[in-house]
């Protein structure tokens, strides 16, 4: 019973870094992003929204913050669901699925209008300062992340590959 508790601690720490500490950009942040020579990290698409994702810096620094630029168009109506998320961990795998609602993402980019609706729009840059909560989880992370609305549509399907320093 090892894993569904690693796997729900993990989901937690996610969480809890992305919703409760993410706030729009500063100027500086923007420039910053703009102007860095340094690959971002993107999130690969594996379904049907029309979407970019991408961050930097590529690899998590915990003692550092995150800055990610979001353009994303909702496929389907989105007020509550279910998100899948299969993740790889220093060579553990962990599967999980979760009640997820469409505020716990408003919470974290205040452009996003609930419920969502199909074709809505959402584009911004944002920044995480504290990544702290990572420092347990150095290594690579792979995260197959898919959620669905209340229906059982496809609203996001998306991998996410990085590397947490340690």
């Known amino acids: 019973m090892k894993i569904p508790a690693i796997s729900l601690v993990l ?3 996610v969480c809890l870094t992305f919703f ?3 706030k729009a950009v500063s100027q500086n942040d923007i420039l910053r992003y703009r102007s860095s020579s ?3 990290g993107h999130v690969e698409n ?3 929204a029309n979407m970019n994702i991408t961050w930097l810096p590529k690899e998590l620094d915990p003692h550092g913050s995150l800055i990610f630029d979001v353009s994303f168009i909702f496929p389907v109506d989105f007020d509550k ?3 899948d998320a299969d993740i790889k961990l220093s060579g553990m795998e962990f ?3 979760f009640a997820v609602q469409c505020t716990y993402l408003q919470k974290a980019i205040p452009t996003v209008t609930c419920p969502a609706r199909k074709n809505q729009v959402v584009k911004g840059l944002y920044t995480i300062s504290d990544l ?3 420092s347990s989880f150095p290594g690579k992370i792979e995260a197959v992340l898919r959620a669905y609305n209340s ?3 496809e609203v996001f399907c998306g991998i996410v590959k990085t590397v947490v320093k340690g």
């Open 11 to 13: 989901y937690g720490v």
């Open 20 to 22: 409760r500490s993410c």
């Open 38 to 40: 340094d690959d971002p």
């Open 46 to 48: 594996c379904g049907q």
């Open 81 to 83: 669901g279910t998100l």
């Open 95 to 97: 599967r999980n699925t």
């Open 132 to 134: 702290s909560k990572l």
């Open 151 to 153: 229906d059982k549509q």
